[in-house]
């Protein structure tokens, strides 16, 4: 049987890349230009015809915002859109949105993470894709780490009410003593806890680190307090403390990833188990891309939704 080959290439002022045959769009009035590019994902606004980026934490995706799918005429909505894929929608545009899969489309990798070819993509704030694998309790958004002696945001912000039942960190360069801390704000958010999440986690081994659970010193425990409903001590001749967990759904306020290690030569990447309405995978990425620390990149995706 002969198979179908896609040299992909990136179009020139156009958003779809390739596809199997038709393609499928619906239009639909845009409420708000905010993060409103062409290949964003995109999920309903106010009313059911009305259309705002998606963030994975709010409602169901519907698509991504295309661009040449829409006649650039002179009626009051056709003529809003934007003369590249590079600016903006404006708002109340008629925009269409790609749907329906079976095809290629530029899509936006959101800031402050990495990518590789054949990932599951998942939709996050500003209708960016963040990469994620499936995990106990939700989908791992993953977040690289390298030495950081003093507290580092990560360039990844959880969207408002996003859920975050865990956070798990697999080690590829350890060293003997290392650990890490990873928690949520900058220094200067309002609740910010720069080790919320993991607390004093050892990073001796490389592989999959374990939460510390249950230690005779309550301290020795390295599931952070954002994620921890209370400590128990148990009744038995152990005596030791165990962590009952809590979900931590974020506010909106607190919204920046940070971590700090210990002084050492150390790297790997953390999972932050996600759960949201609209928070699961919707493509797969069709080409590496490597750590964005300043600014949304894009990459070429085959659609899942």
Known sequence: M???YFGFKKPSNKIIVAAIGNIFYTEYYLESATN?????VAMSGTN???????????AMPLGFIGFEQSFLGSTSYTANRPATVDTIWTSGAKVPVIMGGGFWIVGAI???VKVAKGDLLAPWGGGTLVPV???MGGYGVRIPFTKQATEADTGIDLPSGMIVSDVMVKCTTNAGSATIDIGLGDGTESGFDADGFVDGASLATAGWVQHIDGDTTEANNTLGALLVKASVKSADTSAKYFDLKKLHVCDGTCVSISYTTSDHTVAGDMYVICNGLGFYPVAIAEEDITTATSAVTDCMVRSLI
């Open 2 to 4: 002969a198979q179908d």
């Open 36 to 40: 409103a590019y062409a290949g964003r």
């Open 48 to 58: 059911a015809d009305d259309l705002v980026v998606a963030d994975g934490a709010t």
């Open 110 to 112: 959101a800031i402050g």
């Open 133 to 135: 694998v499936p995990l």
